[in-house]
């Protein structure tokens, strides 16, 4: 439960929008750090079996109640990531002999109807007004305990028992809303809009539409929002005319609630809940990321800054609190070291159960080491900013983890496997039959290393032995270089593997990459990820084999030609091209967009002269450029090390936006009618914008962050956050993008 304490305290703050500054040292723009507000889920699930889920409301004690079909309910327990359940309500147990069809909150205290009367146990009991309405199934309460009740096609008014006024409409009764400012009630009809004034006893039909499902008062009373079968209508209730037309571009028009909650607009919906923002889009709400069940029934203003999503498979508490991004990364940081540390490799967790990660278990992967080189490469720039003794021991567990995957396996020096684990049943294992065994009985070793993994270790290697002036980190830094260079080099630019062949993706050789036709993308990311390496190497050993092998290839080679190829001319491969080619080329590779931006570092920062530096920025930019419709974040921040323009609004926008859950739900957006889908394409771009992290598929950053959906496997995984966020976020502290957290007063200065 540590997590959650800690959870829980470091979202105690103020409130305070963020702000932008430009440094007077670097020139570069600086996100300034103070508080945003950061969504996430509390869910409460219903036994099998469970009534007929109503309504939900919260009163002033901060009390949640869910009105049934069986009675009052109530949820129980329940965290962050530690779903709660729902269950009887016996609190006041002569509730429990009331035929309760309809509750609400007046005043801020709970009020119920039954087939008799309307009443609460609030004000001491006294409110309790019969309306000799058998079938009753809504009402509202007004000023001074004024009630309209709603039965069927009939209403009535009642204040302590006694009927003021009653008349009928002409369609089915659905909802009724009282406005304070007007001293008016609102009644839905399933093709009207009506108003009544208790002072005139006057009923009023307003305005006439078809399908209506549920409706709110708006702009204090004066606009009403209609939801309907198809889409949702606003009526100004002053003129009682429709302004504009119904509106059918949001996530699912099949609206079943509407609820005005702190000024902002919620829909439930068939598939999910959805709110409107300041801009016209929505923030969207679906899958067990957020709500038990998809089948909205009632939403309401829930406690303490949280909105009450009630569903067909239970209650999902959307809570928003106030946090910074170093709060954010705090709770990731304790994330990974909680469950995702495995022989000290970052990894993911899988065969949970019902996102339950209690059941889970850390899984091996083709790629330990490059997403541990992705998270030992932020602990690094983690140890740069603050000088964390926690993250320089978690630098030194990685290491550990890293510099092992170069002497448990019997290949030649300076090879590194994959991954090692305790010997035990193969088929336990990813890719099972690329595992040897190692000399060491106790342990296996996974073959066939790829060029990611060798990029991913010089990256954070290379970044360890210049940013971590800690001895003897800093030396087995470098010489884990050396000899994965070494290797490389002596092997004529191959990862050479167990059966004295190249590996399969280990390939830098020209004979390999110039093979390749120049719209094939392997062809620049080999040419750009071997200059990157070497590079480091010559760096940091001063050894002039690797800047003698650097220049060949740029130079004798066309290496440089090759990594200098904008862009915008990779492609597919002609049809004459070889198969191998065809299937490099067959769509956008988002791997390669990772292995590219890892390779920035030494590409950039350690380049051998200044005029090849030159030259590489305009690559680097080059390839931003093209990236930014997915407004990545870790792509947007590595861009930082080379110019002051760069898209920091939507690098820290995918920071604020990434969803704490990184269980792996199920996710559809296929079917939202808010979105602008696009024509397949080569780059596999699916819509006109990126939708938010929190709204699409949890994936690393070599996934499409155009993915939209995601069926398969609900709940039986967790991500880390050490490569997908804490990456970007330390590496932008580092380059000084992003501020460390800001005082209030600091932050009113600017």
Same mark, same amino acid.
């Not at 409409?169 to 009644?187: C, H, K, M, N, T």
């Not at 069940?293 to 999902?316: C, F, Y």
């Not at 296996?444 to 954070?460: M, Q, V």
């Given at each position: ?169 002409? @369609? +089915? %009764?659905?909802? =009724?809303?009282?406005? &304070? /400012? ?111 069940? @998809? +089948? %909205?029934?009632? =939403?309401?203003?829930? &406690? /303490? ?446």
């Amino acid at each position: 439960m540590k997590n959650i304490i800690l959870f829980v305290a470091i979202f105690q703050l103020v409130f305070i929008s963020y702000s932008w500054a430009e440094p007077v040292n670097t020139g570069k723009p600086v996100y300034k750090d103070i508080p945003y507000s950061q969504d996430y889920s509390v869910k409460y699930y219903t036994p099998d079996g469970a009534p007929k889920l109503l309504k939900v409301f919260s009163d002033r004690n901060n009390v949640i109640q869910i009105l049934s079909a069986d009675g009052l309910l109530k949820p129980y327990a329940g965290a962050f990531l530690y779903p709660g359940t729902v269950v009887k309500d016996g609190l006041y147990r002569p509730l429990g002999d009331k035929k309760i069809t309809a509750m609400g909150v007046y005043d801020h205290q709970f009020v119920y109807l039954d087939d008799k009367a309307v009443l609460s146990n609030a004000w001491a009991g006294k409110f309790f007004s019969e309306h000799d309405f058998a079938d009753a199934t809504t009402f509202a309460v007004g000023a001074d305990f004024i009630t309209l009740v709603g039965a069927g096609h009939q209403l009535k008014c009642i204040k302590d028992s006694k009927s003021l006024w009653s008349g009928k409409l002409a @369609d +089915q %009764v659905i909802d =009724i809303r009282y406005a &304070p /400012e007007s001293g008016l009630f609102w009644i839905l009809g399933s093709h009207s809009l009506s108003s009544f004034s208790p002072k005139d006893q006057k009923l009023t039909t307003v305005f006439g539409g078809s399908d209506f499902t549920s409706f709110d008062l708006h702009e204090k009373g004066s606009l009403t929002i209609i939801g309907t079968k198809n889409g949702y209508l606003e009526i100004n209730n002053i003129t009682g005319k429709q302004e504009g037309e119904i509106h059918r571009k949001v996530p699912c028009p099949e609206i079943t609630s509407v609820n005005v909650i702190r000024g902002k607009a919620w829909f439930g919906s068939a598939l999910g809940a959805y709110m409107l923002r300041e801009d016209g889009k929505f923030n969207y709400y679906n899958g067990e990321r957020w709500l038990p069940g @998809d +089948q %909205v029934k009632h =939403i309401s203003e829930g &406690p /303490e800054n949280s909105v009450l999503v009630l569903t067909n498979k239970g209650l999902g508490r959307i809570i928003f609190k106030q946090m910074t991004l170093e709060d954010k990364a705090m709770y990731f940081e304790r994330q990974v070291r909680d469950r995702h540390i495995r022989n000290g490799f970052n990894s993911s967790i899988e065969g949970m159960k019902d996102g339950n990660i209690a059941t889970g278990f850390v899984k091996d992967s083709d790629n330990d080491g490059l997403w541990t080189s992705m998270y030992l490469g932020g602990e690094v720039f983690r140890y740069a900013v603050t000088k964390s003794d926690e993250a320089l021991q978690n630098c030194y567990e990685s290491l550990d983890a890293m510099e092992r995957l170069y002497t448990i396996n019997s290949n030649p020096v300076g090879f590194p496997a994959r991954s090692f684990e305790r010997r035990g049943d193969m088929g336990r294992l990813s890719d099972h039959d690329r595992w040897k065994h190692a000399k060491d009985p106790e342990w296996d070793w996974k073959a066939t290393t790829s060029s990611d993994e060798a990029i991913g270790h010089i990256f954070a290697l290379g970044a360890m032995a210049e940013l971590i002036n800690v001895e003897p980190m800093k030396s087995r830094a470098i010489h884990l270089i050396d000899i994965l260079m070494q290797h490389i080099v002596d092997h004529n630019l191959y990862l050479v593997d167990w059966d004295g062949k190249p590996t399969l993706w280990g390939r830098w050789n020209p004979e390999y990459v110039n093979a390749r036709p120049v719209m094939v993308g392997d062809r620049k990311i080999c040419s750009s990820n071997i200059t990157s390496m070497l590079q480091t190497a010559y760096h940091f050993t001063k050894k002039e084999i690797y800047k003698k092998k650097a220049l060949e290839l740029l130079d004798k080679y066309g290496y440089l030609e090759n990594l200098m190829r904008p862009m915008k001319s990779i492609g597919m491969a002609p049809a004459n091209a070889d198969e191998l080619s065809k299937d490099l080329s067959n769509g956008w590779n988002h791997s390669d967009d990772e292995m590219y931006f890892l390779g920035y570092w030494g590409l950039y920062r350690y380049a051998l002269n200044d005029e090849l530096k030159s030259k590489f920025k305009e690559a680097i930019i080059d390839h931003w450029q093209i990236e930014r419709p997915e407004k990545e974040g870790a792509w947007n921040i590595f861009t930082a090390l080379t110019t002051n323009e760069f898209d920091l609004k939507e690098a820290v926008w995918y920071l604020q936006e990434h969803p704490l859950d990184l269980i792996n739900w199920d996710i559809m957006n296929s079917h939202r009618k808010d979105i602008e889908q696009i024509a397949p394409n080569f780059r596999q771009q699916t819509l006109k914008e990126v939708l938010p992290p929190d709204e699409r598929p949890v994936q690393r950053h070599n996934g499409n962050m155009f993915n939209i959906d995601k069926k398969g496997g609900n709940g039986t995984g967790e991500e880390s956050a050490g490569d997908i966020w804490l990456l970007p976020y330390w590496m932008g502290r580092y380059l000084g993008v992003i501020s460390a957290p800001v005082k209030k007063n600091e932050a009113i200065k600017e």
